[in-house]
């Protein structure tokens, strides 16, 4: 099928002009820059036309994207103008659903009649759901160790998911090759649509606010290329004025792309020995590691680390703001305490999903017994 651009490798440069997952070199492809115009329109699907790779099928969204931009308290102390970007809202509960919206109705208009993906959480929820409201079957690959409190999340919704033995990250190459013999549409991390239905977060801030910063928390680095992408056409197209500074943020149990970047080498290495409490955020091998580093270099933006402690911290200060996320989606605001920002500074945190779907991670808190009779006594 014919999409509106070709596609270009991020790594080598190599042009395609069918949409094909990834470059003979092995790195992700990307969609050659869209500009446009934006319009009067409900959905950031319709406002920002110009830009999407296809046509979304809004028959069949479920309402993703246009997220609330809230201002938060959280700034005062570091002297910045502080906006979180609530992706919580969105019909799984997490960002991912904008990617899955956008791919699917690639795969709709393509003609397949199964897609797929890889994953353990948010992403195998948000591609279950989305199958079934396109009328498409759903293969979701899962690794050996994924609980089964997490399973039901995604199985609630009526895809097949396949418990896989093996090398969780050798399973990203395979489940392409294995979809393109058997006509399955694998929608992966850093899908190409995918990361294009990203971009929806960057025209949304920008409708609002013009940052100095926006924090991201990274792991395969689809969101963070995805946003990079959105900004960078808004800036091309004449709608913004200056890019803002991007910075992708790691979990220090897992930080692959942090530590390459920081000992300034040319790949992303293996992660060994992950371990955090931000499992959303802990691919020890991000599929699109080398093509955040670039983007990192060539605009010389930032990594930073954040420790479990500090995550926890954060999401107890997000909590305490009324917005319970999960400790992937609380990083951005652990990140706060490491940088230095200037005074002023405007700076959106992009909270990436929601803390219902870890709650086992959650302190039991202290719950007060009381009788009818004293009640008044227990306030
Ligand atoms: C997927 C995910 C991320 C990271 O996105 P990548 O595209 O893998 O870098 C961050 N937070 C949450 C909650 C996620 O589900
Ligand atoms: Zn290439």
């Known amino acids: 099928m014919k999409v509106k651009r070709k596609l270009k490798c991020s790594i080598c440069g190599k042009t395609y002009d069918n949409p094909v997952q990834r470059c003979e070199c092995g790195e992700p492809l990307e969609f050659e820059p869209f500009e446009g115009e934006p319009y009067i329109g409900k959905s950031v699907w ?20 246009d997220t609330p931009l809230v201002k938060s308290r959280l700034g005062d102390e570091f002297g910045i103008k502080l906006y979180l970007k ?27 009649k199964a897609v797929g993906t890889v994953s353990t959480g948010n992403m195998a929820a948000s ?26 999340a995604v199985s609630v919704y009526g895809g097949d998911v396949i418990r896989v033995r093996g090398d969780y990250g050798k399973l ?3 489940s392409l090759k294995l979809g393109e013999r058997l006509g399955v549409y694998f929608i992966n991390s850093d899908n190409p649509f995918r990361i294009e239905g990203y971009k929806g977060i960057a025209f949304e801030i920008a409708e609002e606010v013009s940052p100095d910063y926006v924090l991201i928390p990274t792991s395969s680095g689809g969101l963070f290329r995805g946003i990079a992408k959105g900004f960078i056409e808004l800036h091309e197209s004449g709608l913004i004025e200056g890019l803002p500074r991007l910075i992708a943020v790691q979990a220090e149990g897992c930080s692959p792309i942090c530590r390459a970047f920081h000992e300034e080498k040319e ?31 060539e605009f010389d933006w930032e990594c930073v680390a954040v420790s479990d402690d500090e995550i926890r911290k954060a999401q107890r200060k997000l909590a305490g703001e009324g917005l319970f996320v999960q400790p992937a989606s609380a990083t951005g605001i652990a990140a706060l305490e490491r940088l230095d920002l200037p005074e002023g500074a405007k700076v959106v945190s992009i909270l990436t999903g929601s803390g219902l779907k870890t709650l086992s991670d959650v302190p039991k ?6 009788s009818l009779e004293r009640l008044a006594e227990c306030f």
């Open 46 to 65: 319709e406002r920002f036309w110009d830009f999407w790779p296809v046509e979304p099928a809004l028959d069949f969204s479920l309402g993703e994207g």
């Open 86 to 112: 609530n992706e919580t809202v969105n019909p799984t509960w997490s960002f991912k659903d904008r990617g899955t919206f956008l791919a699917m109705s690639y795969a709709l208009k393509a003609g397949y």
């Open 127 to 152: 591609v279950s759901a989305y199958a079934t409201r396109f009328g498409l079957k759903a293969k979701i690959l899962v690794s050996e160790s994924a609980s089964d409190e997490k399973l039901k």
């Open 172 to 174: 990203y190459f395979e």
């Open 267 to 297: 790949k992303v290495e293996r992660f060994e020995n992950p371990k955090t409490i931000a499992k959303a955020i802990a691919n020890p091998y991000p599929p699109s590691g080398n093509a955040v580093l670039k983007l990192l270099r």
């Open 365 to 370: 808190e202290d719950i007060k017994e009381c």
